[in-house]
């Protein structure tokens, strides 16, 4: 989806390539009329600058790049980005994650990754920031299950827990873009010494897309120019979804777990009393 794909690469692109795709994303329906000379002229950059951003979304041509953003957007909403009532934007923008969700995730590698977390001898979470919440998250959900899970969210603890692991660990790296340079490196650190490695990610072919052993696109919650006020619902929703998926090919073998662990919180919420 080209839309998702600029949102996914937008903090790697150049001020003027930013400026293109900005406009694609705001005004997807003007573009379609446009020739790439007049498009040029609009925005106030450069052809080349035009051609080198849809080479980057993988098109040989402008005119090839138009067909398919005409077929994406026929009938589709736009990202907005403003909006007189913030409630409901709030309601369109998650209405719109979980739509762009099913273009982004791959049934297939959330299977494996899947397999993977079961086969495991543990799973660590790496994330920093707003990714360490989703990271956090993730950790908490397979211990549930009674997998031995674990999470860090500072870069030295990353890479100090990163070097003693082995190829019978697993290590899952959140980063909303995909550019953080302590996740990546401590992704990196992990992936050597042999465990396997899991993004999740928005940032497609991103730094940490390209060190990790499997990747799991998220969608950009809403697009932002300013990358921190941009939300991790998406690394949050692939989450759950991974968490789902290890739940179901394990219930079984958790059922009794899962029973007894109900009854250990059960004293932990507040009975309402029969009158």
């Known amino acids: 989806m ?15 390539e930013k400026k293109v795709a900005s406009y694609i994303i705001e005004r997807p329906d003007d573009v379609i009329h446009y020739s790439i000379t007049e498009f040029a002229r609009i925005i106030g950059v450069s ?30 909403k736009v990202f907005p980005t403003t909006s007189k ?21 791959k049934k297939e590698d959330v299977e494996k990754a899947a ?18 919440v989703a990271a956090e998250y993730g950790s908490l959900l397979l211990s549930l ?20 692991l ?37 940032g497609m072919n991103s730094a940490l897309a390209s060190v990790a052993d499997l990747v799991l696109y998220s969608p950009v919650a809403r697009f932002e120019r300013h990358e921190f006020l941009r939300g991790n619902l998406g690394e949050l929703a692939v989450v759950e979804i991974l968490f789902r998926t290890v739940l179901r090919k394990t219930y079984a073998e958790k059922e009794e777990h899962l029973n007894g662990l109900s009854e250990v919180l059960k004293p932990k919420r507040y009975e309402e009393k029969e009158k």
């Open 85 to 105: 009532d913030a409630f409901d934007e709030g309601i369109e923008q998650m209405k719109s994650l979980v739509d762009r969700l099913a273009s982004t995730l």
């Open 2 to 16: 080209i839309l998702d794909s600029l949102l996914g690469i937008y903090d790697r692109l150049s001020d003027a």
């Open 145 to 164: 299950l009674g997998l031995p899970s674990f999470y860090y969210n500072d870069p030295h603890a990353q890479v100090i827990i990163a070097t003693s």
């Open 115 to 132: 397999e993977w977390i079961v086969q495991s001898q543990k799973t660590i979470f790496f994330g920093v920031g707003l990714s360490a």
């Open 47 to 76: 052809e080349t600058t035009i051609y080198r951003l849809i080479r980057k979304l993988k098109f040989d041509g402008y005119q090839s790049f138009k067909i398919e953003l005409t077929r994406q957007t026929s009938g589709a």
């Open 166 to 202: 082995c190829e019978k660990d697993l290590v899952i790296s959140v980063s909303h873009s995909g550019n953080i340079r302590d996740t990546v490196k401590s992704t990196q650190v992990a992936k050597d010494v042999g465990a396997k490695t899991i993004a999740i990610t928005a």
